[in-house]
């Protein structure tokens, strides 16, 4: 009788898992994006590239950064903060007048993030009672905040003393005579809160009830407290690009930063945070907010008048909104859903 034999099994055969290829980061799409950008406006007007001016470009990032940076916790929650704005000029309007009041520059500097802090938990305790989005709250607190800062600086423009000069030196210097400070405390500062987006139970927690709300509440996890504390990490944000800014420029007018808000959405949905949330990136951040510095620096550059880069600032933030929404229709497809929500 014929037997018919098998090969017997390879040792480890039966636990081998198959290949994986190398996983590339989220973020290296929109770091390519911003590579070419830089390529082709640089050749284009080289002048662009000049030590110079690419300080003055870091510089720019620094503080709409700041908020991107924060917008991306709150974008990662499925909210939006359109208080951010105001909240940044009221906090750099109080700690000019606390200066001009004769306070320590430094202790003015901590009342202004800590008004901040203040005007974030405002925000966040009003959503959680009224159980409204932020959205809704914050489009009424963005116009209470911008008057209080109207009605405190009499629509001037408030230029503090600058007394022994370290607070004013400090921010308004540079690194190497090339890397502003406020550059510095912006990269700090992204890397701390990559580091606790993605590796800490709070970035895990804001990322889950931006997933599935409903979820996240049933495995436990206190859904209020994490819209609470991200709403006041926001103001934490924006009130430190607003002492920063009255440190760096040396004095505020009305007005000023009420473009960053819209800068910080866009930057964040640029870098890879989607508005249905669940998922955040704080270096595409980075880079988003790099694009869109890139390209205002180089109309000016170019000599394109002044007044097209608040058009511009808008055409980016609807080419953001377009490309999140076509990302969330292709990943849709792709996961083998049905209709897509135009809300969801």
Excluded at 185 to 194: G, K, N, Y
Excluded at 208 to 215: I, K, R, T, Y
Excluded at 255 to 278: C, E, K, P
Aim: net charge positive.
């Amino acid at each position: 009788m014929s037997r018919t034999e098998t090969a017997p099994p390879l040792a480890g055969s039966a636990n081998r898992q198959p290949r994986r290829g190398i996983r590339l980061p989220a973020e290296i799409g929109v770091a390519i994006a911003l590579a070419a950008l830089v390529g082709i406006l640089g050749w284009l007007r080289p002048s662009l590239l000049d030590p110079a001016n690419l300080s003055l470009l870091l510089e720019q990032t620094a503080l709409p950064g700041l908020m991107a940076i924060g917008m991306v916790f709150v974008l990662a929650m499925r909210e939006i903060d359109l208080s951010a704005g105001a909240v940044f000029h009221l906090a750099a309007v109080v700690t000019a007048l606390l200066m001009v009041a004769g306070i320590d520059p430094w202790l003015a500097a901590l009342a202004g993030i800590l008004l901040g802090v203040g005007l974030g938990l405002v925000n966040g305790l009003l959503a959680i009672t009224l159980r409204l989005p932020a959205l809704v709250v914050t489009l009424g607190t963005w116009w209470m905040i911008e008057g209080l800062s109207l009605v405190a600086g009499k629509e001037q423009t408030i230029v503090p003393p600058r007394g022994d000069g370290s607070f004013f030196t400090t921010l308004s210097g540079k690194a190497f005579a090339v890397v502003p400070a406020a550059s510095i405390v912006f990269i700090v500062l992204a890397l701390a809160m990559h580091v606790v987006l993605h590796r800490t139970r709070f970035g895990y927690r804001v990322q889950a009830v931006g997933s599935n709300p409903q979820a996240a509440a049933f495995a436990g996890i206190p859904t209020a407290k994490v819209r609470l504390l991200t709403l006041i990490l926001m103001g934490a944000m924006a009130g430190l690009a607003g002492v920063i800014y009255v440190g760096a420029g040396g004095a505020v007018g009305p007005g000023d930063g009420n473009a960053f808000v819209m800068l910080a959405i866009a930057a964040a949905i640029i870098g890879g945070t989607s508005l249905s949330g669940g998922h955040g990136s704080v270096i595409g951040a980075v880079i988003g907010i790099l694009i869109v510095q890139v390209i205002l620096s180089a109309m000016s550059l170019l000599g394109v008048d002044a007044a097209w880069s608040t058009f511009a600032t808008g055409a980016l933030t609807v080419l953001a909104l377009a490309v999140d929404r076509l990302i969330r229709l292709w990943r849709n497809r792709r996961s083998g859903h049905g209709q897509d929500n135009l809300l969801g």
